[in-house]
């Protein structure tokens, strides 16, 4: 199996910046893609992001669109979201994901990690 770890969290001003990231291990396949979700107490887990394994396609979700920017490295088996422009209403637990192919939003998620708290005070 994939193990995913993120990293990055923390609590942050509004208009803040944080940046967080997901290191994988286990086996590399072929194309595969990797996002991130979060979750909010009590609420169902939505999505944020996601990227193709060669970076060729990015996706995000409208409530972070021009705020967020996703990112890989293929060489660290690393994903990383760059939050910039933080709202309260970011606060969640953020989660790394990997679809062992990719399709975009509606790739097939198999594998998450732990998730990593973001807090945004006003």
């Known amino acids: 199996q994939v193990q995913l770890v993120e990293s990055g969290g923390g609590l942050v001003q509004a208009g803040g910046s944080l940046r967080l990231s997901c290191a994988a291990s286990?086996?590399?396949?072929?194309?595969?893609?990797m996002g991130w979700f979060r979750q909010y107490p009590g609420k169902e887990r939505e999505f944020v992001s996601a990227?193709?394994?060669?970076?060729?396609?990015?996706s995000y979700a409208d409530s972070v669109k021009g705020r967020f920017t996703i990112s890989r490295d293929n060489a660290k088996n690393t994903v990383n979201l760059q939050m910039n422009s933080l709202k309260p209403e970011d606060t969640a637990l953020y989660y790394c994901?990997?679809?062992?192919?990719?399709?975009?939003?509606?790739?097939?998620?198999?594998?998450w990690g732990q998730g990593t708290q973001v807090t945004v005070s006003s």
């Open positions: 994901a990997v679809a062992l192919y990719y399709s975009g939003r509606g790739s097939q998620w198999s594998y």
């Open positions: 286990g086996r590399t396949f072929g194309n595969y893609g």
């Open positions: 990227i193709r394994w060669d970076g060729a396609s990015t």
